[in-house]
């Protein structure tokens, strides 16, 4: 009887340590080198899911193949203005998805409160977005990305960190967006709007790093059509080419044209002129649309 009882425990205590051991490695989500010593150009960027398209898929390999290290990171959520973001930072809201693209991989921490996410590290850049539907709207943009502004430098460690504004894209001209309607269901009066208004803001604000994803999808569109989004508004991949390219070429001065990453094997060399050129003429005017 001892015998099978002492059987009986050896086995449940190898099968808790299994357990433990099992959640140990699930919840330990950071690599020992990426997040622990991190180098590199250091950027952050709060957004919501326009974020996430424009920086998730080709971002990183093609910042790896130029050579340019990189620490990315985002504080995410989803549908968010910055008037969202001004208030939840006021209220300490834990509601924010800090991600980073680490070594490859996405890591995601939920639960996170913006303040954590830009005290978390000596950031280089704090890249700022407005909601897509807002983007063409003065008046949505204060005063809360000048509170935002002004809570960054007050907070950050890095006291040189320099602010950025990442400028979304018009939607599909069939887009069924609820936003769309403030700009009359037409894609140029959205682009337009899009772009004099952060235009406008950088310059009123001195927001040197901007980043014109907006300009450069419209750019593509010109040749190709309404071929960059998945849903009407959110962008495809290969719309996430077109904006990964514009974040490398706005930070690192990245020639597009060279590089070996590309959204799909299938592309045909035109289409993928196309793609890299209206990232490149975007970044080289940032504010006007190649006709």
């Not at 340590?17 to 699930?26: E, G, K, R, S, Y």
């Not at 093609?62 to 969202?84: D, K, Y």
């Not at 899009?194 to 569109?221: D, H, M, W």
Request: hydrophobic content about 40%; proline content about 3%.
């Amino acid at each position: 009887m001892m015998t099978r009882l002492s059987s009986l425990f050896v086995k449940n205590l190898i099968l808790l340590n299994i357990t433990v051991l099992a959640m140990f490695f699930v919840g330990c989500k950071e690599p020992t080198g990426c997040l622990t010593k991190p180098y590199g150009t250091k950027v952050l960027a709060i957004g919501n899911s326009f974020t996430v398209g424009a920086t998730e898929s080709f971002l990183l390999p093609i910042v790896n193949e130029s050579g340019n290290p990189l620490f990315f990171a985002s504080a995410i959520l989803g549908n968010s203005s910055l008037e969202t973001h001004w208030n939840n930072l006021q209220e300490n809201e834990n509601v924010y998805y800090f991600r980073f693209i680490c070594e490859d991989t996405i890591i995601s921490h939920e639960n996170q409160s913006l303040a954590h996410c830009i005290e978390y590290l000596d950031w280089d850049y704090i890249i700022l977005q407005q909601l897509s539907s807002n983007s063409g709207t003065y008046n949505s943009y204060f005063p809360y990305i000048t509170n935002l502004i002004n809570y960054i430098y007050d907070h950050t460690s890095n006291k040189d960190v320099e602010i950025g504004f990442h400028q979304t894209w018009a939607y599909d001209q069939a887009s069924s967006h609820g936003g769309f309607m403030y700009y009359g269901k037409n894609q140029l009066v959205m682009y337009d709007s899009i772009r004099y208004v952060a235009e406008r803001v950088c310059r009123e604000l001195k927001i040197k790093t901007f980043i014109p994803s907006g300009t450069a999808i419209q750019n593509a569109r010109v040749t190709l059509g309404d071929a960059f989004c998945s849903d009407g508004y959110h962008i495809n991949n290969l719309g996430s080419y077109i904006a990964a390219c514009t974040w490398a070429e706005t930070f690192f001065g990245i020639d597009c044209f060279e590089l070996k990453v590309v959204p799909s094997t299938s592309i045909s060399d035109e289409s993928l002129y196309i793609l890299r050129s209206a990232a490149h003429n975007a970044c080289l005017t940032p504010n006007s649309v190649t006709k």
